[in-house]
């Protein structure tokens, strides 16, 4: 805990500040991060509610978090978690999206909530297919549900990379962010699911152009505002174990 609030406090204050959010931690350690930051915390928190969710959201609160992340399932358990929910904290709730997640996300939207996508972890299976992750991101467009990503994506554009960091890790093509972040972006713009299922599915780092005035994938652009409209009211953020990662990808690939 010391070495990561310690390399959170330094990311805070480097030149790409601009990129970090928040500080995940689960309620299980919260103790053990206030004891290490000395009660500085402030507003970089966000907090992993687990089985015992009552409990978990009050310590949440004690400490001043302002955002939960909690799985839910069922439409029942995410109604049941929102009317639990402290005063003034946003939630999280990771869904499941093998199948449809229309029925939840529609929850999630009457809730007042935000989803949440698990995009990989440490076994190949946890990796969702883009179509899955696509069908997705299309019922948070149509129901103005915000959502994050977590686990599996490091990587600017999606490709194929060891599952760990041990000599002879199994490999899998994992998701890349800006796919992810693009894709949505269309999705708020309204563009047709089909186009961005090919996004997702891209591997290919030249098909993205970045500069001062626009994004683009292949032929489809985005303007700034729209850039800015889909990183406030759709794709907000994404979580990742490692900052220094996706930081040394981008300037390998030349974007950053």
Known sequence: MKTAWGNYQEYSGGLYKWALGKFVVPASRLAELQAVASG?????????VGNNIDQDLAVAAAAGALSVELKASTVTQIRSAAERLPAGVTAY?????????????????????RAKVRTGGPT?????????LARMMQACADEQVPFKATAGLHHPVRSLHPL???????????????????????????????KVNRLLEDQNSESFHFDDQLARW??????????????????????SCSFDEPMADLKQLGML
């Open 218 to 239: 292949k032929d489809e652009e985005l303007d700034i505002e729209q850039i800015v409209d889909a990183r406030k009211n759709l794709a907000i953020g994404f979580g």
């Open 124 to 132: 190949a299976d946890l990796f969702p297919g883009p179509r899955d």
């Open 164 to 194: 760990t960091s041990e000599p002879g890790s199994d490999a899998v093509v994992m998701h890349g962010f800006l796919n992810v972040f693009i894709a949505a972006a269309l999705l708020r713009a309204g563009e047709e699911r089909q």
């Open 40 to 48: 500085k915390i402030g507003k970089a928190l966000t907090v992993l």
């Open 93 to 113: 709730y990771e869904i499941p999206i093998a199948g449809d997640p229309s029925g939840l996300v529609a929850a999630i939207a009457e809730a007042g909530g």
